[in-house]
């Protein structure tokens, strides 16, 4: 593995504050990528940004509200001007996950999936279009997750899981369109992750016990294991892959649902 895969590339990651964001930004600025942090809350990300620039490294903090066109081109604006190119735009920015919105089919939370999830993603593809155009090895990595493609009714509303669905389709559908500018676009869908910062799902004793009995590699995966398939996707290790949707659900999925039912019944 090139240690430094990505110098002096410019990289735009959304929701890079915190959760898999961050890691996913930790693993493309250790490998030599210049950072552009976009979050919407603006003292977060520029602490985040603050704990990783050093005299070799650039990171910056763009405050933006990328559920609204301007916000998205105010974005890529910023980043321009922070560093006159554009390598790589990461689309990982989405809304909390709000309990009480669960098992209801109305109220506001489908409007803030589509503007962020689906209108966000896509505008920013937009708007980073002329810019990736001029590098050498462009990239864009949609952020999903397995709840594209299966349920899970307790721990996500239906907006969450359909959004996530719409990611994966516009995926293949900007594979097809930029594919012909040499625009690489992929997706990565995790399982099970302890996210950077504040309370992991391993740190509960109860959830581990279900993880190591349901999870064939016995484990949440970690952020910066998902930045680094992040960072391959934009690397020229993956030239010829477009337009695919990598799971990282550490074997997961395999599993047969009643058996890993009965495995983590067995677990308490």
């Known amino acids: 593995m090139n240690a430094k895969r990505h110098q002096d590339k410019v990289a735009l990651v959304t929701g890079g504050a915190q959760g898999i964001g961050a890691g996913i930004v930790k693993v493309l600025v250790k490998r030599g990528a210049r950072v552009a942090i976009v979050d919407k809350n603006a003292e977060t990300a520029a602490a985040y940004a603050a704990t990783l620039s050093n005299s070799d490294q650039h990171v910056v903090s763009i405050q933006a509200d990328i559920s609204t066109e301007e916000g998205c081109r105010s974005a890529v604006n910023d980043v321009i001007a922070s560093f006159g190119a554009l390598d790589m735009l990461v ?69 969450y899981h359909v959004s996530k669905a719409g990611l994966e389709q516009m995926t293949r559908y900007l594979a097809s369109q930029f594919g012909g500018d040499n625009i690489r676009v992929n997706a990565v869908a995790p399982g099970l992750v302890d996210r950077e910062g504040g309370m992991k799902i391993s740190d509960n004793p109860e959830n581990r016990k279900i993880i190591e009995a349901i999870v064939p590699l016995k484990r949440a995966a970690t952020a910066e294991e998902i930045g680094a398939i992040v960072s391959f996707l934009c690397s ?10 990598l799971v990282a659900d550490g074997g997961m999925g395999i599993r047969e649902n009643f058996g890993a039912s009965l495995l983590a019944r067995q677990a308490d």
């Open 236 to 245: 020229e290790d993956a030239s010829y892959i477009t337009g695919q949707v």
């Open 91 to 159: 689309n990982n920015a989405a809304p909390g996950r709000n309990k009480a919105h669960i098992g209801r089919l109305d109220g506001p939370d489908w409007q803030a999936h589509a503007e962020v999830v689906l209108q966000g993603a896509a505008r920013l593809a937009e708007a980073s279009l002329p810019h990736l155009r001029k590098a050498s090895m462009p990239a864009i990595v949609n952020i999903s997750s397995v709840t594209a493609a299966a349920v899970a009714p307790e721990q996500c509303s239906w907006p």
